[in-house]
């Protein structure tokens, strides 16, 4: 039997907590991650992460961070269909070449679309090879070596040895 609260004019039923928690789960999370890949999504709300909705997320984070179970499971929730399909539209813009190379493999693409994929992923320059991070630190160094042995000692990093 349904307990019914008044709120002013209307009545409503009365819900048990634990039946709000369930809803809310059921609202939020239809087909929850399990909770040993929780640790590939620290940064997100675990109860949110929905394997139907959120696929190109948990592929991409799985495919360059997983572990060997992480990626059993990949295989076994996604069928190869659906591991080609992201690879095709949004994985070779994401993926580094090895990682790209062994899902199509693992994904079953054939050889020739697996070589331009492949091709088509080295065109793309990523940012991080274009910034000047390790060759303007050896020009800091060869230009004020002494400031820069100085905050070496503060941090204490000593790799400055090898550059100078």
């Given amino acids: 039997m349904t307990e019914w609260q008044n709120h002013g004019k209307r009545l409503e039923p009365v819900i048990p907590d634990q039946d ?3 809803m809310r789960s059921q609202l939020y999370n239809s087909d929850p991650l399990p909770s040993e890949l929780h640790r590939f999504f620290w940064e997100y709300d675990q109860q949110r992460i929905d394997i139907q ?6 592929m991409a984070r799985l495919m360059v961070r997983g572990d ?24 070779w813009k994401v993926l580094p070449l090895r990682e790209l190379n062994y899902w199509a493999l693992v994904g079953g693409v054939s050889d020739r679309q697996r070589r331009e994929l492949l091709q088509k992923a080295k065109k793309i320059d990523p940012v991080w090879r274009n910034r000047l991070g390790h060759c303007s630190m050896t020009l800091c160094f060869n230009r004020f070596p002494d400031l820069i042995i100085a905050l070496s000692c503060v941090i204490g990093c000593h790799s400055w040895k090898v550059l100078l």
């Fill in 68 to 91: 060997r179970q992480a990626m059993t499971w990949l295989r076994k929730v996604y069928s190869g269909e659906k591991i080609r399909d992201y690879l095709f539209r949004k994985g």
């Fill in 53 to 58: 909705k959120h696929c190109e997320l948990i």
């Fill in 20 to 22: 709000l928690k369930t």
